[in-house]
Antibody
Framework: EVELVESGGGLVKPGGSLRLSCSAS????????MNWVRQAPGKGLEWVSS????????YYADSVKGRFTISRDNTKNSLYLQMNSLRVEDTAVYFC????????????WGQGTLVTVSS | EIVLTQSPGTLSLSPGERATLSCRAS???????LAWYQQKPGQAPRLLIY???SRATGIPDRFSGSGSGTDFTLTISRLEPEDSAVYYC?????????FGQGTKVEIK
């Protein structure tokens, strides 16, 4: 059974940093693209970033470019999102989601981790 | 950047009725890489449709997707109470892989 478990969320002050992790199991992690998607309280889904299976291709939303860094460790079946220079508007539940092989639609999702940016 | 516009904002229908949700793109979606997701309150989204018309694993056949280019449709042929949710479309053919703003389906 596919399982994605996010961790690392919490309360941080504006300008601070946080590193999210996503632990994957139940599928061959190293052959799947991965995505981060966020959802602000009461709002819709916002795509944040994607990474190809070998980390050769990386993409970011303009709203996080230059502040967030996506990475993965295929030896640990883990996906990461390093978030720097956090802003109040980054407050959201952050979901980790697996692509469908090389494709970037999100076939499986974690339950999300809440990031709150507030002074 | 592609902009996805979903309509209507809210759909209120009775069990057994047909629901038709629209997703319109501001420019052609590459290779019709258009997905639909269902999200219930407090839950993560669930993939329903990928490639505009292919059902994801385990999705009931009352859900179907159609369309190409800039106009896409999700149809729920016979609504059931558990279909009450917000439905999002997403294009994943190019970056940024934007989502539509969502359509809320309410069951009377």
């Amino acid at each position: 059974e596919v399982e994605l478990v996010e961790s690392g969320g919490g309360l941080v002050k504006p300008g601070g940093s946080l590193r999210l992790s996503c632990s994957a199991s139940g599928f061959t992690f190293s052959t799947y693209s991965m995505n981060w998607v966020r959802q602000a309280p009461g709002k819709g889904l916002e795509w944040v970033s994607s990474i190809s299976s070998s980390s050769s291709f990386i993409y970011y939303a303009d709203s996080v470019k230059g502040r967030f860094t996506i990475s993965r460790d295929n030896t640990k079946n883990s996906l990461y999102l390093q978030m720097n220079s956090l802003r109040v508007e980054d407050t959201a539940v952050y979901f980790c989601a697996s692509g469908r092989g090389a494709y970037y639609d999100s076939s499986y999702w974690g339950q999300g981790t809440l990031v709150t940016v507030s002074s | 950047e592609i902009v996805l516009t979903q309509s209507p904002g809210t759909l209120s229908l009775s069990p057994g009725e047909r629901a038709t949700l629209s997703c319109r793109a501001s420019q052609s979606v590459s290779s019709n890489f258009l997905a639909w997701y269902q999200q219930k309150p407090g839950q993560a989204p669930r993939l329903l449709i990928y490639g505009a018309s292919s059902r994801a694993t385990g999705i009931p056949d009352r859900f179907s997707g159609s369309g190409s280019g800039t106009d896409f449709t999700l149809t729920i042929s016979r609504l059931e109470p558990e279909d009450s949710a917000v439905y999002y479309c997403q294009q994943y053919g190019s970056s940024p892989r934007v989502f539509g703003q969502g359509t809320k389906v309410e069951i009377k």
